[in-house]
């Protein structure tokens, strides 16, 4: 998209010559490196040294390996002002840093207890409240708001609702409220920081399937003449976020989403800036640390670029409600869900989150399957802010990313993908003809497939899922038919939640129904060859690799052939791994797999390449190595091994 900036470029006095002689020699000495790695000359390399080192993300952006003056970017501004790259809010408190926005409202929790509840956590570091009325399966109704949020000062705390079908009217009854609220013992003017939103989500909401208000009567409500700081529109984010968008696609089309509020509002007769008023923004913040950082900034960055265009710059702030990304938690090793929380809290206040709310580390596991206290959980989740706050002291400064060279570059990468899908969705019709012709769903399906693609080769890992998996944690899935990975009717999840982890988690679905029934895992034998240090690497691999499907690793110790059918006969099993290095397999090999087939194995594969195995008469059935498609791969091995009770 367009630069644009109120600052002048800086820097414009540094010796360019010199900082291109610096490339240079960077560039010449990583050469000589990747040279010598690859054990060929300099002038054999198939790239420069930039290229070879360089990565791709999941939008597409191309990730250098160094950032250098050479990448200087104009300034931004300031906070508060055009192009708001900087942050939104130019009055924020430093002190307070972002609002930390605890959810309620989702469980069967009465009223009065929920009030009890949100006092408690304002009193205990809370300073912003989202609030789920008027949806099935929870307590509270529209009716109950009054009693929810009794004893809570409106005009010092950010209210968002999520109310559903119900939205409506759960915003009349705020309203309501807010307008006889007793006012706070010290008075402040509205901000960011204190923005009530009704929530409403109708065209988001149409992607993802979950209930939602009629489109022309959340309109007629925002131009009803709202007061200051009430926000009728929620753009949310997570709806594409959590199933499967990547965060250029994300952005995208979240932009072209408020852009048709934009125009229904405008028709219903407000101003530019009064209709830019109406919005505000829901940014899923997952644990991708810069990409996190760089999505806040060029969000702002985009929606001020359309108020430009709009006519009204200065009204260009896009506030945002970071909301952790459902779809990264985990069901298995859920405790590795509080890192993800706060690398993904640490990305969205530094960059710039006007309110953040983490979810509960165990969100994602059915809440009949949970270990810890909701209250437990809530505490955790609210503390990984506060310590961000109050002990790293992360929002003291504002946009303490700004001037980097990676993270301006990212941010403008990131921007301008982002707008390419902006344009595309405006050529294709607008927001509600690219959804009603499918293009969206199909953008974001094709995001999804190429995620699952990644996890699924084990080059996107998920740890406690995909690598590291603890095999003998508790059980979820307990009888025929049972599961726990595809569950999607869970907090802030959609029907078209897709978790990162899910296609594993099945997995380990089917074999704690195994476990269930049989009192045992499936299991695989291993037939290590040659001594511990020849063979650990390998059994400690396949043994992982496995335990990603849940699936025992058998492993009897360095064997020789003549100890193979005893292993075998004490490992109950139809499956085998030979373990080893490429120089043992060509000596002790093929005799392992000969006395594998005598002893009635029905499959015996090798781990590593197949390529390793030396050439004979008989060769394994497949391999186990990095790269394969781990979930295809892991799915047929329990095919076969719960078809024959194979149990450790």
Same mark, same amino acid.
């Given at each position: 998209m367009p630069q644009q900036t109120d600052q002048s470029r800086s820097g414009s006095d540094l010796d360019r010559t010199d900082i291109d002689q610096a490339y240079q020699a960077w560039s010449k000495a990583a050469a000589a490196v990747l040279a010598k790695a690859r054990r060929v000359e300099v002038d054999e390399l198939p790239g420069t040294p930039e290229a070879l080192l360089s990565t791709t993300t999941e939008d597409g952006l191309t990730i250098r390996p160094l950032y250098t003056r050479r990448d200087e970017t104009d300034e931004p501004g300031l906070p508060g002002r055009f192009p708001f790259v900087r942050g939104a809010d130019p009055k924020r408190d430093v002190t307070a840093g972002w609002r930390v926005t605890e959810r309620f409202g989702d469980d069967a929790t009465g009223a009065a207890d929920v009030n009890e509840l949100v006092l408690e956590a304002m009193t205990n570091g809370a300073s912003g409240l989202w609030l789920s009325v008027g949806k099935p399966g929870g307590a509270l109704g529209v009716a109950d708001l009054a009693t929810v949020l009794r004893g809570v000062y409106l005009d010092l705390v950010p209210v968002t609702l999520d109310a559903g079908a119900e939205g409506i009217a759960a915003a009349r009854e705020l309203l309501a409220l807010k307008e006889k609220a007793q006012a706070a013992p010290v008075a402040a003017e509205p901000t960011a920081a204190t923005t009530l939103s009704f929530g409403l989500s109708p065209l988001t909401a149409a992607f993802s399937g979950r209930p939602t208000v009629d489109a022309d009567e959340a309109t007629a409500l925002a131009?009803?003449?709202?007061?200051?700081?009430?926000?009728?529109?929620?753009?949310?984010?997570?709806?594409?976020?959590?199933?499967? #968008?990547?965060?250029? &696609?994300?952005?995208?089309?979240?932009?072209?989403?408020? *852009?048709?509020? +934009? /125009?229904?509002?405008? =028709? !219903?007769?407000?101003?530019?800036?009064?209709?830019?008023?109406?919005?505000?923004?829901?940014?899923?913040?997952?644990?991708?640390?810069?990409?996190?950082?760089?999505?806040?900034?060029?969000?702002?960055?985009?929606?001020?670029?359309?108020?430009?265009?709009?006519?009204?710059?200065?009204?260009?702030?896009?506030?945002?409600? #970071?909301?952790?990304? &459902?779809?990264?938690?985990?069901?298995?090793?859920?405790? *590795?869900?509080? +890192? /993800?929380?706060?690398? =993904? !809290?640490?990305?969205?206040?530094?960059?710039?989150?006007?309110?953040?709310?983490?979810?509960?580390?165990?969100?994602?596991?059915?809440?009949?399957?949970?270990?810890?206290?909701?209250?437990?959980?809530?505490?955790?989740?609210?503390?990984?802010?506060?310590?961000?706050?109050?002990?790293?002291?992360?929002?003291?400064?504002?946009?303490?990313?700004?001037?980097?060279?990676?993270?301006?570059?990212?941010?403008?990468?990131?921007?301008?993908?982002?707008?390419?899908?902006?344009?595309?969705?405006?050529?294709?019709?607008?927001?509600?003809?690219?959804?009603?012709?499918?293009?969206?769903?199909?953008?974001?399906?094709?995001?999804?497939?190429?995620?699952?693609?990644?996890?699924?080769?084990?080059?996107?890992?998920?740890?406690?899922?995909?690598?590291?998996?603890?095999?003998?944690?508790?059980?979820?899935?307990?009888?025929?038919?049972?599961?726990?990975?595809?569950?999607?009717?869970?907090?802030?999840?959609?029907?078209?939640?897709?978790?990162?982890?899910?296609?594993?988690?099945?997995?380990?679905?089917?074999?704690?129904?195994?476990?269930?029934?049989?009192?045992?895992?499936?299991?695989?034998?291993?037939?290590?060859?040659?001594?511990?240090?020849?063979?650990?690497?390998?059994?400690?691999?396949?043994?992982?690799?496995?335990g990603a499907g849940g699936i025992t690793a058998v492993n009897p110790g360095p064997l020789t052939a003549d100890r193979i059918a005893e292993a075998v006969a004490g490992a109950k099993t139809p499956i085998a791994v030979i373990c080893g290095t490429k120089a043992r397999y060509a000596e002790d090999g093929p005799a392992a797999l000969a006395a594998a087939r005598a002893a009635e194995l029905s499959t015996v594969l090798l781990a590593g390449p197949e390529k390793e195995w030396p050439e004979s008469d008989d060769r394994p059935d497949g391999s186990l190595r990095i790269g394969i498609d781990a979930v295809s791969t892991l799915g047929g091995l329990l095919d076969q091994l719960t078809s024959t009770g194979a149990t450790a």
């Open positions: 131009a009803s003449g709202l007061p200051a700081g009430v926000r009728a529109f929620r753009v949310d984010g997570s709806d594409f976020a959590t199933a499967g #968008a990547d965060n250029a &696609l994300e952005l995208g089309l979240v932009a072209a989403a408020a *852009v048709a509020h +934009l /125009r229904d509002l405008a =028709a !219903a007769g407000l101003t530019v800036e009064a209709a830019l008023g109406q919005i505000v923004f829901g940014v899923s913040a997952d644990d991708d640390q810069f990409a996190t950082i760089a999505k806040f900034r060029a969000l702002r960055k985009i929606w001020a670029r359309i108020a430009q265009v709009l006519g009204a710059p200065d009204a260009g702030a896009a506030i945002t409600h #970071a909301v952790t990304d &459902l779809s990264m938690y985990t069901q298995r090793d859920p405790w *590795v869900n509080m +890192l /993800r929380s706060t690398i =993904a !809290a640490f990305g969205a206040g530094v960059g710039g989150a006007d309110q953040l709310t983490v979810l509960p580390y165990d969100v994602a596991i059915p809440a009949d399957k949970r270990t810890s206290s909701p209250s437990f959980s809530r505490r955790i989740a609210r503390n990984t802010q506060l310590l961000l706050l109050e002990e790293s002291n992360i929002g003291r400064v504002l946009d303490p990313a700004g001037g980097s060279w990676f993270v301006e570059s990212l941010t403008d990468d990131l921007a301008d993908h982002a707008w390419s899908v902006f344009t595309e969705v405006e050529a294709a019709g607008g927001y509600r003809a690219a959804l009603a012709s499918g293009w969206i769903a199909e953008k974001v399906d094709a995001a999804l497939a190429h995620r699952d693609e990644e996890v699924a080769h084990r080059r996107f890992a998920v740890t406690g899922v995909n690598e590291f998996p603890n095999i003998d944690e508790r059980a979820l899935a307990e009888g025929p038919g049972a599961t726990a990975a595809g569950v999607t009717d869970i907090e802030t999840g959609t029907p078209k939640l897709a978790r990162v982890g899910r296609a594993f988690e099945a997995l380990r679905d089917r074999s704690d129904i195994v476990l269930a029934e049989t009192g045992a895992r499936p299991s695989v034998l291993l037939i290590p060859l040659g001594s511990i240090a020849e063979h650990n690497g390998r059994t400690t691999f396949v043994t992982n690799f496995l």
